[in-house]
């Protein structure tokens, strides 16, 4: 939840580069004498592809950022960093924000937007005139203002089908957005899917924000029935769209749509080999790299 009433607290980070074989051991570390988490990012604006559902893949050179609380003693930890990477010149740049700087951070970056009709409001800010349908979206710790182009390709398509008397199914929902806009272009079901339980916790409150009163189910993958939808949307990577491809599949009605979209341009054509079987009129939307993949089901 995005409240100005939280406690503010603040952290620490250490950024520094490191090589992808040194990447394992420096996390293992920083996570033993307190980080509360590590993330990395490319070091050297090196492009990597998914294979493989298994494959773990690293960039060569990586920018390694851990997350200290705010006693944490920078000095000391630092100086054992240099001694275990045996590097006495490591540069290590460090910072220390409050949370209420990432809630600004979070709440500057999403400003009101319309898709076709539908527009879409921080739950923060009210629309000077009456703007209709319009829905109200706290993302908290969840993916999904519409700002990421993935998302808005799916409500730039939700907002042009006639959706009325409709069945659809978010599955990765995230904050809620793709079946709370939906539900109010029209839809007469919708049913919300995250593995994330803070997802789902923050698609019931984003449904509570928008007065959802009609059937709206929110659950974790496992305790979908076996129902069919009119509309299957699924925001995910292409990679995880590809394993869950039979779920997806099981679950679009004969002669229903099954939309996908987390696709880059070079991804499409094992979308294709993936969905293909069993979906025809295939149609694509690209916006920059990203690609809103749809079709309907084979009756
Ligand atoms: C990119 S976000 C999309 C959120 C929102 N639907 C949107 O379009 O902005 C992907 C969501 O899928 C969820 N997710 C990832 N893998 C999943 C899986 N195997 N089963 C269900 N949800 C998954 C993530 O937790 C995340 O909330």
């Given at each position: 939840?995005?409240t100005?009433?939280k406690?503010?607290k603040?952290?620490?980070t250490l950024v520094?580069?490191?090589?992808?074989?040194?990447?394992?051991?420096?996390?293992?570390?920083?996570l033993?004498?307190g980080a509360?988490?590590?993330?990395?990012?490319?070091?050297?604006?090196?492009?990597?592809f998914?294979?493989?559902?298994?494959?773990?893949?690293?960039?060569?050179?990586v920018?390694?950022?851990?997350?200290?609380e705010?006693?944490?003693n920078?000095n000391?930890?630092?100086q054992?960093?240099?001694?275990?990477?045996?590097?006495?010149?490591?540069?290590?740049?460090?910072?220390?924000?409050c949370d209420?700087?990432w809630?600004?951070?979070?709440?500057?970056?999403?400003?009101?937007?319309?898709?076709g009709?539908l527009?879409?409001y921080?739950?923060?800010?009210?629309?000077?005139?009456?703007?209709?349908?319009?829905?109200?979206?706290?993302?908290?710790?969840?993916?999904?203002?519409?700002?990421?182009?993935?998302?808005?390709?799916c409500?730039?398509w939700l907002?042009?089908?006639?959706l009325?008397?409709?069945s659809l199914?978010?599955?990765?929902?995230g904050s809620g957005?793709?079946?709370?806009a939906?539900?109010?272009?029209?839809c007469?079901?919708?049913?919300?899917?995250?593995?994330?339980?803070?997802?789902l916790?923050?698609t019931?409150?984003?449904?509570?924000?928008?007065?959802?009163q009609?059937?709206?189910s929110?659950?974790?993958?496992?305790?979908?029935?076996?129902t069919?939808?009119?509309?299957?949307?699924?925001?995910?990577?292409?990679?995880?769209l590809?394993?869950?491809?039979?779920?997806?599949?099981d679950?679009?009605?004969?002669g229903?749509?099954?939309?996908?979209?987390?696709?880059l341009t070079?991804?499409?054509?094992?979308?294709?080999?993936?969905?293909?079987?069993?979906?025809?009129?295939r149609?694509?939307?690209?916006?920059d790299?990203?690609?809103?993949?749809s079709?309907?089901k084979?009756?």
């Amino acid at each position: 939840m995005l409240t100005a009433e939280k406690p503010q607290k603040s952290w620490h980070t250490l950024v520094f580069n490191t090589s992808k074989n040194l990447t394992d051991l420096i996390s293992d570390f920083l996570l033993n004498i307190g980080a509360v988490s590590i993330s990395l990012e490319d070091a050297k604006s090196q492009a990597l592809f998914e294979m493989t559902p298994n494959q773990q893949l690293l960039w060569d050179q990586v920018q390694l950022t851990a997350y200290f609380e705010e006693a944490a003693n920078l000095n000391e930890i630092c100086q054992k960093l240099k001694e275990v990477m045996d590097n006495p010149q490591l540069v290590i740049k460090t910072n220390t924000f409050c949370d209420e700087d990432w809630l600004a951070k979070v709440k500057s970056l999403f400003k009101p937007k319309n898709y076709g009709k539908l527009w879409v409001y921080p739950s923060w800010e009210k629309p000077e005139a009456e703007k209709n349908p319009v829905i109200y979206i706290d993302p908290g710790q969840a993916f999904g203002t519409g700002s990421h182009q993935t998302t808005s390709l799916c409500l730039d398509w939700l907002a042009k089908q006639s959706l009325e008397k409709k069945s659809l199914l978010d599955f990765g929902c995230g904050s809620g957005i793709l079946g709370i806009a939906a539900l109010k272009l029209g839809c007469k079901t919708t049913n919300f899917v995250d593995n994330d339980p803070l997802a789902l916790t923050i698609t019931q409150e984003n449904c509570q924000r928008n007065e959802i009163q009609i059937p709206a189910s929110i659950m974790q993958p496992n305790e979908l029935p076996q129902t069919t939808y009119d509309i299957v949307i699924a925001n995910i990577l292409a990679q995880t769209l590809i394993t869950l491809s039979q779920q997806l599949t099981d679950h679009v009605k004969p002669g229903g749509t099954l939309v996908l979209s987390g696709i880059l341009t070079e991804q499409v054509e094992a979308i294709d080999q993936t969905f293909l079987d069993h979906f025809s009129a295939r149609n694509i939307i690209q916006n920059d790299e990203w690609v809103l993949w749809s079709a309907t089901k084979s009756k």
